[in-house]
């Protein structure tokens, strides 16, 4: 029994620091998004995005379109989901025409940086709009 609980403390303190080992400064993802979309209270125009960990512990991300000089930094939580994408994936929600960075998923691993709601989403979700969500593959 208490091996049991050495190991659930083990794991609940490394299991952050192996998270934020998978999206490091030197990983970059990068792809054409084919519509504008918003991250906090910034709209990022269509076109290509890069987005990598702005920071060691990578609860910070950075996006960037180099196109229209847009960068912005967005705070990130991390979760696990059940399984491992085949490619990278930025994971957004639709609200009519209207699109927000939701998450970001890295191939091959169960880890997902979650974006947090911004103010603009929460109103469309407490006007009841309609909610669709849409996967851009990465690479």
Request: aromatic share 8%; net charge positive.
């Amino acid at each position: 029994m208490r091996y049991a609980k050495q190991m659930l403390v083990m794991m609940t303190v490394l299991t952050p620091l192996l998270a934020s080992a998978q999206l490091g400064h030197s990983v970059s993802i990068v792809t054409q998004v084919p519509f504008q979309f918003v991250v906090g209270d910034r709209v990022v125009p269509a076109g290509q995005c890069i987005l990598q960990a702005a920071n060691a512990g990578v609860d910070t991300i950075v996006i960037r379109n180099d196109a229209s000089m847009v960068r912005l930094f967005s705070s990130t939580s991390v979760d696990e989901t059940r399984t491992a994408p085949a490619t990278n994936q930025l994971l957004f929600r639709q609200y009519g025409n209207r699109y927000f960075l939701a998450a970001v998923r890295l191939q091959g691993s169960r880890v997902m940086y979650e974006i947090p709601e911004s103010r603009g989403e929460a109103e469309l979700r407490l006007q009841n709009q309609t909610l669709s969500q849409e996967t851009i593959h990465a690479f």
